[in-house]
């Protein structure tokens, strides 16, 4: 079973993003007394949107893969399903902490809650 990023997914993030960084930017302009507090609006949107179209193709890359009892991702990553302590979401990624603390972000879910039920389905007995 494959874990795939999503398109839409990681789209509507940037969105999301983009508008936390439009209000910020505009607030700390307005903090600042400039004339000019629209600009922060400018600087969030162009910002977001050129972080998200340069990282795009690399992000929609990752891919985890469940195999064995072992959750494989990216720059071979290797997580054994009984070393899972935990399975969260966050967002539109699935946050994996194994028992020795390392945490993992399964990014761009389109259904988070999903993917958790797949992993757990897959844990061992007793592990849940």
């Given at each position: ?48 949107a050129l972080r998200g179209w ?75």
């Amino acid at each position: 079973m494959t874990f795939t990023p999503d398109r839409a997914t990681y789209i509507r993030t940037h969105w999301i993003m983009a508008a936390i960084a439009m209000a910020l930017g505009m607030a700390i302009l307005w903090a600042l007394g400039n004339a000019h507090v629209w600009t922060g609006a400018i600087g969030g949107l162009a910002a977001v949107a050129l972080r998200g179209w340069y990282l795009m193709d690399e992000e929609l890359g990752h891919a985890w893969r469940l195999e064995d009892g072992v959750l494989a991702g990216p720059g071979e990553r290797r997580v054994p399903l009984d070393q899972v302590e935990k399975i969260r979401a966050i967002g539109a990624a699935v946050q994996i902490v194994t028992k020795t603390g390392d945490k993992h972000l399964i990014k761009f879910q389109a259904d988070p809650q999903a993917t958790i039920a797949r992993i757990e389905a897959a844990r061992p007995r007793g592990q849940e």
